[in-house]
């Protein structure tokens, strides 16, 4: 019987391996061993994973975050105070969620800064600060706290009625906003007056010119820094994609006249030009920023493209593409583009914290996005006017650092990816 030896089972060994590893990966594998790159990336998606949640992770989720507690202006960071919540004699739709989540909920409410209270029957007494920041003893009934009353004279009471409500033993009449008679128990009263209008707030980063929570516009920022910085990039690179390919595929004086208008624009300074976009567009309005920016932003993505297609319409994949009689747009955008794709992320990486510094700039100028919509560039500047009072300096620190943060970590994402796309930098390991 003859015995046959068992052949070995040939595996590929890991440099094989290596070998067939698809450009992406030595891409991935070139940008993770880059760590400030990886920091600037992890910046960057907590800062849209707040500008996504928005009112959901916020305390103030009031439209704009715009509740506001006049007397306590500027106050520093770790500031609390009680306040007592007074519903406004007025009706107020109650949003969905979906408009809750893109605009915040309107307020019904007055705040009032308290030191404490007192409950007497059907009323309240309470140590309230005055526009002096001084303590006064108000007495107030509980009804007008907690419920909307009917304002103006009504045939439904007495003439000696209060407010539209009396108080008969343990019950409370009285006319809702609708003019219509109800009643409510002194004890329901007073459970629904410390439940849902007394609270102690706590503001983290202190509160702003107008006494508004600065952590929840803060917050809020994220959303109008990072949407102005995507739509005005998808704005730039469609231009400036569509410009630079044309002026680079087709040369001669197509190539001249975009040339000739790229250059133009490049040499009026960015400011300068945004500047005077708002101005042609007589608005001041957050879409005009949105236009303005995006319209300064593309013209080194236009050069870029123009560059490459100069030295790949030359390949003989193109020839190729033009022997078989494919279309010179199909050319361009199926043939020609995806192979810069590693330029063109970089340059929209950086053209991305350009476009926040931008927006930043012009609302600090009172030209981009205006109060009381919360925007970094007009946090600035408002702290800027009180820059030297006292509890002034955190008015313009806070947002300047969430501005230089943001811009530090999308330079350091497209340094990151330049070094990643770019072969001549690093050996594969």
């Not at 279309?327 to 583009?337: D, K, P």
Request: net charge neutral.
């Amino acid at each position: 019987m003859i015995k046959l030896k068992n052949k070995p089972i040939i595996t590929p060994n890991k440099a094989q391996e290596e070998e067939h590893r698809p450009p992406f990966y030595y891409v991935k594998k070139r940008f993770l061993m880059n760590k400030p790159a990886v920091a600037g990336l992890i910046i960057i998606v907590l800062a849209i994973c707040i500008a996504l949640l928005g009112y959901l992770v916020i305390p103030d989720k009031t439209t704009d975050a715009n509740d506001s507690i006049s007397m306590f202006q500027h106050q520093p960071p770790g500031f609390s105070i009680k306040v007592m919540k007074d519903r406004d004699d007025r009706k107020v739709e109650e949003p969905n969620w979906f408009n809750a989540y893109l605009f915040g909920r309107p307020n019904p409410f007055t705040v009032r800064p308290i030191e404490s209270y007192t409950i007497e029957g059907a009323f309240v007494k309470v140590k309230e600060y005055n526009v002096q920041g001084k303590i006064d003893e108000i007495r107030y009934p509980l009804i007008d706290i907690v419920e909307p009353l009917w304002i103006g004279a009504s045939e439904k009471f007495k003439a000696d009625s209060l407010g539209n409500f009396r108080v008969e033993g343990d019950k409370v009449l009285y006319l809702d906003i609708s003019n219509q008679q109800q009643s409510i128990s002194i004890a329901d009263l007073k459970e629904k007056f410390e439940n849902n209008h007394i609270e102690t707030r706590f503001y983290v980063l202190g509160t702003d010119l107008n006494g508004r929570d600065m952590f929840s516009r803060l917050m809020l920022g994220f959303r109008i820094s990072l949407s102005i910085g995507f739509i005005s990039v998808l704005i730039s690179a469609f231009l400036g994609i569509f410009l630079g390919a044309t002026a680079g595929f087709f040369g001669g004086r197509v190539d001249n006249a975009i040339m000739w208008f790229m250059s133009v624009v490049w040499s009026i300074p960015g400011i300068m030009l945004v500047i005077a976009i708002s101005l042609a567009l007589q608005s001041k309005d957050i879409w005009v920023a949105f236009v303005a920016v995006g319209l300064t932003t593309w013209v080194e993505i236009a050069r870029v493209v123009r560059g490459q297609i100069l030295s790949l319409k030359e390949k003989l994949f193109v020839e190729a593409a033009k022997a078989l009689g494919v279309s010179s747009f199909r050319i361009i955008y199926y043939h020609i583009l995806p192979n810069m794709t590693g330029p063109l992320i970089v340059i929209l990486t950086s053209n991305f914290a350009n476009a926040i510094l931008t927006e930043a700039g012009l609302s600090f100028l009172g030209l981009g996005v205006q109060p009381p919509t919360p925007s970094w560039g007009v946090m600035v500047s408002e702290g800027f006017e009180r820059i030297a009072s006292d509890g002034g300096f955190h008015l313009v620190f806070f947002p300047s650092l969430f501005i230089s943060l943001m811009v530090l970590a999308f330079n350091l994402l497209g340094n990151g990816l330049r070094d990643a796309y770019d072969p001549k930098t690093t050996t594969k390991q």
